[in-house]
């Protein structure tokens, strides 16, 4: 299998602070990764295309000044939610794009983070 | 923008039971995978499927990539208190590298 972690696996912050999440992809090299949001009983919403040694493709409606994404080795991505609100709070996932034999093409998440803002 | 359909969105079942869920779409899809996810965690990769026509199983699990790349479902048989959870298909779409996902399937055992 391919392993991807996420660290820290829960955050508490006050409002106007800065919490940074990292996500790493533990035995295989990933050029891609990308970064998901989670609100309770709802499917994951896409934030963000994280590409190593490039800029990141955001989704429509995600504030690329808000969200800010680093993805500066094959095994580490870095979401950074800025000046964090209330409004923020919620499940962040990453996932690592694998690519195999056969140019099959796989996602695999980490656990991922659960973002409180005071 | 693109969409899947998943159904059903939850099932209340006893255990033993076998289980069946699909997904479908207006549009042809090149990968098809199936997630379960677990409360405070992750999703987990249960099935990839590549190939249109593909039937692969994984223990109790089999899915099938659908003939006209617009569908695919996921069975479990003979269920257990550990199936107990959220069930995700995704797919990508042509040479897109995102996911769309589907709404997720809650399934709910009775012991």
């Known amino acids: 299998g391919a392993v991807v972690s996420q660290h820290p696996s829960w955050v508490i912050c006050k409002s106007g602070t800065s919490v940074k999440i990292e996500c790493r992809s533990l035995?295989?090299?990933?050029?891609?990764m990308f970064w998901y949001r989670q609100f309770p009983k709802q499917s994951l919403m896409l934030m963000a295309t994280s590409n190593e040694g490039s800029k990141a493709t955001y989704e429509q409606g995600v504030e690329k000044d808000k969200f800010l994404i680093n993805h500066a080795s094959l095994t580490l991505s870095t979401l950074t939610v800025t000046s964090a609100h209330p409004e923020d709070s919620s499940f962040y996932i990453c996932?690592?794009?694998?690519?195999?034999?056969?140019?099959?093409?796989?996602?695999?998440f980490g656990p991922g983070t659960r973002l409180t803002v005071l | 923008g693109q969409q899947l359909n998943q159904s059903p969105q939850s099932m209340f079942i006893q255990e033993g039971e076998d289980v069946s869920m699909n997904c479908t779409s207006s549009s042809i899809f090149n990968t098809w995978l199936w997630y379960k996810q677990d409360p405070g965690e992750g999703p987990v990769l249960l099935i990839a499927l590549y190939k249109a026509g593909e039937l692969t199983s994984n223990g109790r699990l089999t899915a099938q990539f659908g003939i006209t790349r617009k569908d695919s479902f996921l069975n479990i048989s003979a269920s257990i208190p550990s199936d107990v959870g959220i069930y995700f298909c995704?797919?990508?779409?042509?040479?897109?590298?995102?996911?769309?996902f589907g709404q997720g399937t809650r399934l709910t055992i009775n012991p």
């Open positions: 035995d295989f090299q990933a050029t891609t």
């Open positions: 995704a797919g990508q779409i042509g040479g897109a590298q995102k996911l769309v």
């Open positions: 996932s690592a794009r694998k690519v195999g034999a056969g140019r099959t093409d796989t996602q695999y």
